[in-house]
Nanobody, 126 residues
Framework: QVQLVESGGGLVLPGGSLRLSCAAS????????MGWFRQAPGKEREFVAT????????YYTNSVKGRFTIFRDSARNTVFLQMNSLKPEDTAVYYC???????????????????WGQGTQVTVSS
């Protein structure tokens, strides 16, 4: 398993932006499909976005398409989630996840990922 540490959460006004970061402690970062999930109070953890190890493909849940962008920097072993045009319904704890040598798709679930970060709170409110 790989250790993951998220950062970048916080409080933001509706329409604002945040960038989440997730640093991975591994020498084989390119072998991991990386994902972002979120969990709001009283709700199940839901898939947000994923990116393949080679960055050749990305997938998003419909509610964030056109607003969120997932990308990775292999030199820094870090995956990012750029979140623009944030809405109150984006409020949740956001988790980074890693899946070793896994195909990526828009229908990934938490069960597809074996390593998780501790989560970072994102609150969108006026």
């Amino acid at each position: 398993q790989v250790q993951l540490v998220e950062s970048g959460g916080g409080l933001v006004l509706p329409g604002g932006s945040l960038r989440l970061s997730c640093a991975a402690s591994t020498h084989t970062f390119s072998r991991y499909t990386m994902g972002w999930f979120r969990q709001a109070p009283g709700k199940e953890r839901e898939f947000v976005a994923t990116i393949t190890g080679s960055s050749t493909a990305t997938y998003y849940t419909n509610s964030v398409k056109g607003r969120f962008t997932i990308f990775r920097d292999s030199a820094r072993n870090t995956v990012f989630l750029q979140m623009n045009s944030l809405k109150p319904e984006d409020t949740a704890v956001y988790y980074c996840a890693a899946a070793y040598r896994s195909p990526a798709s828009a229908t990934m679930t938490a069960a597809d990922f074996s390593s998780w970060g501790q989560g970072t709170q994102v609150t969108v409110s006026s």
